[in-house]
């Protein structure tokens, strides 16, 4: 197959000799796209250059497919590393709506999983709910999340494997059809990759996912007190700088997500401050202002987070959004 999938119309569109590359490019609208990764996401430079050398290539091979000069369909399966928070949910997004705009998908949609949604409990469960979660990802993405626990050699009835031999048979049978996204911590997909090769030879991008650094995070945290229209009086930002230096050094730190949380936290710490005294006139600038006391009260500082306890302790992206407080 030579054509973008979601474009059956042209499959008998005779050859070009000649394309104007703006007009292409425009038409495509992948400017928007890009806009809309900018603005979500702050810095993750090297990210954003890849997912935009990526459309570059994907816009070229377009338009090499109507000059009839492609002779095959790309791979298009690639694979996200970091650490949690870093924004590799919200490129898969994005780079579904790149792959949509031209024509590599034909719905453009995302369908994010982790190991629970693809492997059954006993026998004859883990083939049919992996093929219901292909079947509703089919035309889009396919995003699995900590990808790496699919495979538990150390459990002999472990059905993960099961789960990982339809995926490898529908990625190669089916990859013009459904680009699947596998996620995780570095070292561990490096580990998965080791021990199933056949993700490897079928992933075509490996994009890694820096950590942010103490002044993106603060960005980040200002940029989304500023869409719940909030803001940090000076005192409060400044202790929001020392919030986030401690915050790093203690276990289960996610990035943009430990922000959103530690946001949530001090935004009740504020409407408890506000609530306490009921006999006062409330201005705009009193609802809107986060004060130094309503970060300074996070038991960060007095304290801090512990790791928890436990057989499984460390594993779960989901166990470290509970304790950002």
Do not use: W
């Not at 900018?38 to 290539?57: F, H, M, N, Q, W």
């Not at 990035?255 to 959103?260: E, H, L, P, Q, T």
């Amino acid at each position: 197959m030579t054509k973008p999938a979601a474009e059956p119309d042209k499959a008998d569109a005779a050859p070009v000799d000649s394309i104007d590359l703006r007009s292409e490019f425009e038409a495509v609208d992948i400017a928007s796209v890009l806009a809309q990764l900018d603005k979500e996401l702050i810095g993750l430079l090297p990210v954003k250059t890849r997912i935009r050398e990526i459309a570059s290539l994907l816009l070229v091979e377009r338009i090499r497919q109507k000059m009839a000069l492609a002779s095959t369909f790309p791979t298009l399966h690639m694979s996200f590393t970091g650490n949690p928070g870093t924004g590799k949910t919200t490129v898969a997004l994005r780079m579904a709506g790149i792959l949509h705009r031209l024509g590599f998908v034909r719905r453009g949609h995302v369908i994010s999983v982790t190991r629970d949604d693809l492997v059954g409990q006993y026998i004859g469960h883990t083939a049919p709910k992996t093929k219901e979660i292909l079947k509703k990802a089919m035309g889009g993405v396919l995003f699995i999340d900590e990808a790496y626990y699919l495979y538990r050699p150390e459990n002999e009835r472990d059905y993960g494997q099961e789960a990982i031999e339809i995926l490898l048979q529908i990625m190669e049978s089916q990859r013009e059809d459904l680009v699947v996204i596998l996620a995780g911590y570095s070292d561990r997909m490096e580990k998965f990759f080791q021990s199933n090769p056949g993700f490897r030879s079928r992933i075509a991008h490996h994009i890694d996912f820096p950590d942010y650094s103490d002044d993106e995070l603060l960005a980040i945290a200002e940029l989304m007190l500023d869409e719940q229209n909030y803001r940090f009086s000076a005192e409060a930002r400044d202790a929001f700088v020392k919030y986030v230096a401690v915050r790093k050094t203690q276990p289960l730190f996610a990035n943009a997500r430990s922000m959103r949380n530690a946001l949530d936290r001090i935004r009740l710490r504020q409407a408890n401050r506000l609530v306490s005294t009921l006999d006062r006139i409330l201005t705009s600038d009193d609802v809107m202002s986060i004060e130094a006391g309503d970060v300074l009260a996070s038991r960060v500082f007095s304290g801090g987070i512990t790791q928890e306890r436990g057989p499984s302790a460390a594993l779960s992206t989901r166990a470290r959004c509970r304790v950002d407080k």
